[in-house]
């Protein structure tokens, strides 16, 4: 893949000390295949290598204290910026409601997309509205009609007899009726050809004049490897979009088409759909995207992740137990448990800059003190758990011999946890902790 691909260029750099101009065109040579090889296209391969090259080749890295590892950073920096640069958000119309309107093959993901997108909005708190402007397929209208029912989200279709046939109709039509019932967004999902179709651009092209997006999104799948370069485009002429969906991104894509369209189109990689599921979607990151090309893993979506898993019911219940006293030693144990989990994000946490505050509470966190702390709350008895209280002088002596520790380090952990509490106690007042144990540790 790509990224083994480069994360083999870098490691020889990695063990090189001074870059000598061999060392640099080198490097960039391999780069260049492990690109084309990836299906990037050619002219985003050239332009890209070119300013590796320039860049690799000035001061900023013969006066760097670590050469190799500012070039590795350069490759990163570029290809950030061939991806997009920055994060690009949906942007909301100042009256609503908003109008994403999406194009793209047949087969790109369109539907599945719409449904993905409905569901989103709606868990932050938009009142979305589906609008079926494919008519194509006999099917669509219905398949949309399952995504909609899947995301809780209402479908405008046409009714039998009333515009049955006229996408633009139905387009129009589902944006006033999203205005007459205040939905906020309107989603209007519409037919794909199998290839770029002059018909197919038309329909689409006519949809966008009669609903005046606010978005278009345009969907490609990530599969098609260097057809998407020609398809974007295509595209771009006949429709004009105002951001790109990478969907399939779960396959066994090369990545190419990623690297590529961004560039080539000039409009931003706003969402990457990664599964069939409603929830395989999320917004894309272009920094995120060079960190998984470069083979350093998508720690940040990890934790995201993490944090969302946690926070739905956990957070509650541990605040509920924090504010009326009644968090145990089982539940400080368990909080740190999960933490466990993170170890492998920790290591990997030092080579991702501008963590922050997450990546100093993970590196302060140690490992060794988990299994400490589970020794010695596991020579608890029940009531000792649940009542911490209770733990006088020959308590601590029977824990400590059971848990082959000191009646000192049964003593350390018994404060920790009373201060923790405490500390805890005030913070669910003003809301709860993002990670789990984090107080604690
Ligand atoms: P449309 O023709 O553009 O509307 O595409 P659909 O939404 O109908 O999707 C076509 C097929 O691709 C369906 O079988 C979807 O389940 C599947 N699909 C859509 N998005 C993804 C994705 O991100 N990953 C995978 N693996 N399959 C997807
Ligand atoms: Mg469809």
Redesign the pocket.
């Known amino acids: 893949t790509l990224s083994d691909r480069l994360a083999d260029t870098f490691k020889n750099l990695r063990t090189k000390g001074k870059l000598s101009a061999a060392d640099v065109d080198g490097t960039v040579r391999e780069i260049r295949r492990a690109l084309l090889d990836a299906d990037v296209a050619l002219d985003v391969v050239k332009d890209f290598t070119g300013r590796v090259r320039e860049r690799a080749l000035g001061d900023e890295v013969s006066k760097a204290l670590n050469p190799a590892q500012q070039v590795v950073q350069i490759v990163n920096d570029e290809l950030v910026t061939i991806l997009g640069g920055q994060q690009r958000r949906l942007e909301f119309a100042k009256k609503p409601p908003t109008v994403i309107m999406l194009a ?11 449904g993905k997108l409905a569901k989103w909005l709606k868990k932050d708190g938009h009142t979305p509205l589906l609008v079926a402007s ?1 008519l194509q397929r006999p099917n ?1 209208v219905n ?1 949309l009609q399952v995504v909609g029912e899947q995301a809780g989200v209402p479908v405008y279709a046409p009714e039998p007899g009333n515009g049955v046939g006229d996408p633009v109709k139905v387009a129009r039509d589902g944006v006033r009726f999203a205005e007459q019932k205040l939905y906020d967004t309107v989603i209007v ?1 519409t037919a ?1 050809r199998l290839g770029v179709d002059a018909e197919l651009m038309k329909q689409a092209s006519n949809i966008r004049k009669a609903v005046d997006p606010d978005e278009v999104l345009f ?1 490609i799948d990530a599969m098609i490897g260097q057809d998407a370069v020609a398809t974007a485009k295509a595209f771009l002429d006949g429709v004009d979009f105002t951001g790109v969906v990478l ?5 066994d894509a090369r990545g190419g088409a990623a690297l590529s369209i961004a560039s080539v189109t000039g409009r931003p990689i706003m969402f990457a ?4 599921g409603l929830d ?2 999320e917004p894309f990151h272009p920094d995120r995207m060079a960190s998984r090309i470069l083979d350093l893993g998508d720690i940040l979506t990890l934790i995201e992740q993490a944090q969302q898993n946690f926070d739905e019911e956990e957070a509650r219940k541990v605040a509920e137990k924090f504010a009326t006293d009644s968090f145990t030693l089982d539940d400080f144990l368990k909080q740190m448990q999960q933490l466990r989990g993170m170890g492998s994000i920790k290591k990997m946490m030092g080579m991702l800059p501008g963590m922050g505050q997450m990546k100093e509470q993970l590196q302060n966190f140690d490992e060794r003190e988990i299994v400490r702390t589970e020794a010695i709350i596991q020579s608890m008895t029940t009531a000792e758990r649940t009542n911490p209280k209770i733990l006088n002088g020959s308590r601590r002596l029977r824990i400590a011999k059971g848990s082959g520790m000191t009646v000192t380090e049964v003593n350390a952990l018994v404060n920790r946890f009373e201060q923790a509490a405490k500390m805890m106690k005030t913070v669910a007042k003003g809301g709860v902790p993002n990670i789990p144990g984090m107080g604690p540790v």
């Open positions: 793209g093959l047949q087969g790109a993901g369109k539907t599945t997309l719409a494919d669509a398949q999902d794909g969907v969907s399939k991104l779960d396959g759909s990664t599964g069939e395989d979607f």
